[in-house]
T-cell receptor, first 116, second 117 residues
Framework: AQTVTQSQPEMSVQEAETVTLSCTYDTSENNYYLFWYKQPPSRQMILVIRQEAYKQQNATENRFSVNFQKAAKSFSLKISDSQLGDTAMYFCAFMDRDNYGQNFVFGPGTRLSVLP | DGGITQSPKYLFRKEGQNVTLSCEQNLNHDAMYWYRQDPGQGLRLIYYSQIVNDFQKGDIAEGYSVSREKKESFPLTVTSAQKNPTAFYLC????????????????FGSGTRLTVV
């Protein structure tokens, strides 16, 4: 079974600084997808960024980028120029491509606080 | 605009009572899911459905039931057999079988907070 680990339960960063959230996963599959979701205090889950495992190029979305290391099974999220609105829980998630539509495996989350 | 609507936002249940949480989507997604989130924890899958009139148990299905009579709707009933139902419940939907090489992830509703009183 796949597992997702986020080793940092809580983190904080000063506004405008850069922060990196860690995620590691365990799988025997070769084709899969990885995601980062954000859950602000409103509790709405928002997709931040996604990565297909077969793509070597790291995904980027504006101030958000990932460092995908397939051999190390690592998928960290970098937030540049942190803003107060980035304060949220961040969940790393894994999905096996061959079982798409059946189940995400979520990590336990990292609570990020952006300080003014 | 397309999306997922969960209702109610807050729900209170008395001991021994069944309650039903609503989830409706207009995204034309085949697959729908129910997750439970406890304070400070990640999401745990309760049930999921990939097609109408079919659904599968997730990791924590005991004490819950679902139906999928319409593509747009996937209601969750929390029965009296669920001994600790106080939690935040999230509904999600997705394309069940995307084109090869494409990924879309889930679209989530805004959640229902259930409290036992």
């Amino acid at each position: 079974a796949q597992t997702v680990t986020q080793s940092q339960p809580e983190m904080s960063v000063q506004e405008a600084e850069t922060v990196t959230l860690s995620c590691t996963y365990d799988t025997s599959e070769n084709n899969y997808y990885l995601f980062w979701y954000k859950q602000p205090p409103s509790r709405q889950m928002i997709l931040v960024i996604r990565q297909e495992a077969y793509k070597q190029q790291n995904a980027t979305e504006n101030r958000f980028s990932v460092n995908f290391q397939k051999a190390a099974k690592s998928f960290s999220l970098k937030i540049s120029d942190s803003q107060l609105g980035d304060t949220a829980m961040y969940f790393c998630a894994f999905m096996d491509r061959d079982n798409y539509g059946q189940n995400f495996v979520f990590g336990p989350g990292t609570r990020l606080s952006v300080l003014p | 605009d397309g999306g997922i609507t969960q209702s109610p936002k807050y729900l209170f249940r008395k001991e021994g009572q069944n309650v039903t949480l609503s989830c409706e989507q207009n995204l034309n997604h085949d697959a729908m899911y129910w997750y439970r989130q406890d304070p400070g924890q990640g999401l745990r899958l309760i049930y999921y459905s990939q097609i109408v009139n079919d659904f599968q148990k997730g990791d924590i299905a005991e004490g819950y039931s679902v139906s999928r009579e319409k593509k747009e709707s996937f209601p969750l009933t929390v029965t009296s057999a669920q001994k600790n139902p106080t939690a935040f419940y999230l509904c999600a939907s997705s394309i069940a079988f995307p084109p090869p090489g494409r990924s879309y992830g889930y679209t989530f509703g805004s959640g229902t907070r259930l409290t036992v009183v």
